[in-house]
């Protein structure tokens, strides 16, 4: 029998960014509307649609090896997993998600401790209670289906524990915040057994650096010319690199050329310094990933 890793894709807002990214990794993810059991090219990965909030409960449950969920749901569940590493998803955003406590504007709590016997309303409900229990702060609270911000407007809770990166929607709505109790990013996680399985350890550690490398891809392009040999020096160092630019000599002739990589937002300024140095045949080509 083959063997087989079991991998879940986080439905919803990073379902295609995760998809496209396992592309530029080099496995081609297929979707349907109509399951949520996509395709893949790779005979040794099985997929499966799961939503981030139950992400690390189902791996923990043995029922997937590894996974895509934020680290704000992983420590809600409290779930027993292996964390491989981060994923910063620049497509979606490359800010840390904060859940913060929250007050109204005229509210006279200042911490975590004036909220004793208060109501908090949050999504996050394990995680919140597991917070001020540490504190030693008594507090009743309970879950929020949405619309979490009015729930204070209009009375029905004292504070909210509520998800943000740039406080801009709470302090709109006449909101307050107090403190930050966690920041979170994307992260893949293992099941435990899977992850001290040798073979499917090896999976997940070949996924992951793909991955990796795809994601310090983004926004980054390779950058190549042909230059007269006495430019060299004043070229180089116009070139940001990993290490250094690549220089070779072209054949018979006292030109070489050099090969770089760069962010593309630099190259529109760059470009025009090189062809003032003398500069010629610039090519500009797009990166899948940086290992």
């Given at each position: 029998?083959?063997?087989?890793?079991?991998?879940?894709?986080?439905?919803?807002?990073?379902?295609?960014?995760?998809?496209?990214?396992?592309?530029?990794?080099?496995?081609?993810?297929?979707?349907?509307?109509?399951?949520?059991?996509?395709?893949?090219?790779?005979?040794?990965?099985?997929?499966?649609?799961?939503?981030?909030?139950?992400?690390?409960?189902?791996?923990?449950?043995?029922?997937?090896?590894?996974?895509?969920?934020?680290?704000?749901?992983?420590?809600?569940?409290?779930?027993?997993?292996?964390?491989?590493?981060?994923?910063?998803?620049?497509?979606?955003?490359?800010?840390?998600?904060?859940?913060?406590?929250?007050?109204?504007?005229?509210?006279?709590?200042?911490?975590?401790?004036?909220?004793?016997?208060?109501?908090?309303?949050?999504?996050?409900?394990?995680?919140?209670?597991?917070?001020?229990?540490?504190?030693?702060?008594?507090?009743?609270?309970?879950?929020?289906?949405?619309?979490?911000?009015?729930?204070?407007?209009?009375?029905?809770?004292?504070?909210?524990?509520?998800?943000?990166?740039?406080?801009?929607?709470?302090?709109?709505?006449?909101?307050?915040?107090?403190?930050?109790?966690?920041?979170?990013?994307?992260?893949?996680i293992a099941n435990r057994d899977a992850w001290e399985d040798p073979w499917k350890r090896?999976?997940?550690?070949?996924?992951?650096?793909?991955?990796?490398?795809?994601?310090?891809?983004?926004?980054?392009?390779?950058?190549?010319?042909?230059?007269?040999?006495?430019?060299?020096?004043?070229?180089?160092?116009?070139?940001?690199?990993?290490?250094?630019?690549?220089?070779?000599?072209?054949?018979?002739?006292?030109?070489?050329?050099?090969?770089?990589?760069?962010?593309?937002?630099?190259?529109?300024?760059?470009?025009?310094?090189?062809?003032r140095l003398g500069a010629e045949g610039i090519v500009e080509y797009p990166l899948n990933?940086?290992?």
């Amino acid at each position: 029998m083959s063997k087989e890793l079991r991998l879940g894709i986080p439905k919803g807002s990073l379902e295609k960014a995760t998809i496209e990214l396992f592309g530029k990794a080099g496995w081609k993810i297929k979707t349907s509307s109509r399951s949520y059991f996509p395709s893949c090219d790779d005979v040794g990965l099985n997929c499966s649609l799961v939503r981030p909030q139950e992400m690390s409960k189902i791996l923990e449950r043995g029922v997937l090896d590894v996974g895509i969920a934020g680290r704000d749901w992983v420590r809600e569940n409290d779930s027993d997993v292996v964390e491989v590493g981060e994923m910063v998803y620049s497509k979606v955003s490359r800010r840390p998600a904060r859940w913060v406590l929250v007050v109204a504007q005229d509210s006279p709590v200042q911490g975590p401790e004036d909220l004793e016997g208060a109501t908090i309303s949050t999504e996050l409900v394990g995680f919140t209670k597991r917070f001020f229990a540490e504190q030693n702060i008594q507090v009743d609270v309970e879950f929020s289906w949405g619309a979490t911000e009015a729930k204070i407007l209009k009375g029905l809770c004292d504070a909210i524990v509520e998800v943000t990166e740039t406080g801009s929607t709470i302090k709109a709505n006449n909101l307050r915040i107090v403190q930050t109790l966690m920041e979170s990013v994307p992260v893949l996680i293992a099941n435990r057994d899977a992850w001290e399985d040798p073979w499917k350890r090896t999976k997940i550690e070949q996924i992951y650096t793909l991955l990796q490398s795809a994601l310090r891809a983004e926004g980054m392009v390779g950058l190549k010319m042909n230059a007269p040999g006495d430019k060299v020096e004043a070229i180089s160092s116009l070139l940001p690199s990993l290490n250094r630019p690549t220089i070779a000599h072209l054949y018979n002739s006292d030109w070489v050329s050099i090969e770089t990589i760069l962010p593309e937002q630099e190259v529109r300024s760059i470009v025009p310094e090189l062809l003032r140095l003398g500069a010629e045949g610039i090519v500009e080509y797009p990166l899948n990933k940086i290992i």
